[in-house]
């Protein structure tokens, strides 16, 4: 349909249609602002917290999330904004479950002893996996795992990237990596070479980064996570 003013035909009006310009959650920032988030007070920093061993004292079986999503203003749980940190406490034979939505989980069994069946098999078919005091491992995305309690208490420190992807909107759909156990007297062994070696006393830091065959770019215990 169109109208007229008398003398020549106007833009047409389409009867039923709404044009939209999808300019409405456009924002434009002065540059300063949007390079310096925290400085301007658009984000909170990432607080510095102590978790004290008394955390996982006592209370049994269960999962502690560290949880700081409240002084971050971000969902929680979320130790910071990509990551969540918790401590998972195993009495002697029993067990947890864990299934995160994400694509990373990296435990350091702090005391005690324990096994994680695990629904991925490792490449050599084995599906339960020990661990002791001092033993890290890292379990890939869509690989539920029962953690069960040994002989002695176990304590293990865990970590994930679930609030990275929780931010993302995104779902893990697939393994990047295999379940990988890292020997805690091996990466003992290792750190005392390094540190006996006679360059050693010119580095900026005497350690040892957990690395894997999934991550040959970037020599990390797994795509998102470094240890």
């Given at each position: 349909m169109s109208a007229t003013n008398g003398t020549s035909p106007s833009t047409p009006l389409l009867i039923g249609r709404a044009d939209e310009d999808w300019t409405g959650d456009a924002v434009f920032a002065e540059y300063s602002e949007?390079?310096?988030?925290?400085?301007?007070?658009?984000?909170?920093?990432?607080?510095?917290?102590?978790?004290?061993?008394?955390?996982h004292h006592g209370g049994g079986t269960r999962l502690v999330p560290l949880d700081l999503s409240a002084d971050l203003g971000?969902?929680?749980?979320?130790?910071s904004p990509g990551l969540?940190?918790?401590?998972c406490v195993?009495?002697?034979g029993?067990?947890?479950?864990?299934?995160?939505?994400a694509t990373s989980e990296l435990y350091y069994c702090l005391?005690?002893?324990?096994?994680t069946w695990l629904s991925i098999p490792s490449p050599d078919g084995r599906t339960t996996m020990s661990w002791t005091?001092?033993?890290f491992f890292v379990l890939p995305a869509g690989c539920p795992n029962r953690h069960v309690g040994g002989q002695r208490r176990a304590v293990l420190y865990r970590v994930t990237d679930a609030p990275l992807l929780g931010y993302l909107g995104v779902t893990a759909t697939s393994p990047r990596f295999a379940p990988t156990r890292y020997d805690g007297d091996r990466a003992l062994a290792r750190l005392a070479e390094i540190e006996s070696e006679?360059?050693?006393a010119d580095r900026n830091r005497i350690s040892v980064l957990l690395g894997n065959v999934a991550t040959p770019k970037t020599l990390t215990a797994t795509h998102t996570l470094w240890a």
């Open positions: 949007a390079a310096d988030p925290i400085g301007t007070g658009a984000i909170a920093p990432v607080p510095i917290r102590t978790f004290p061993a008394a955390l971000v969902p929680g749980p979320a130790t969540l940190a918790a401590f195993l009495e002697p029993e067990a947890i479950i864990t299934e995160p939505e005391e005690g002893d324990g096994a005091t001092g033993d006679p360059a050693s």
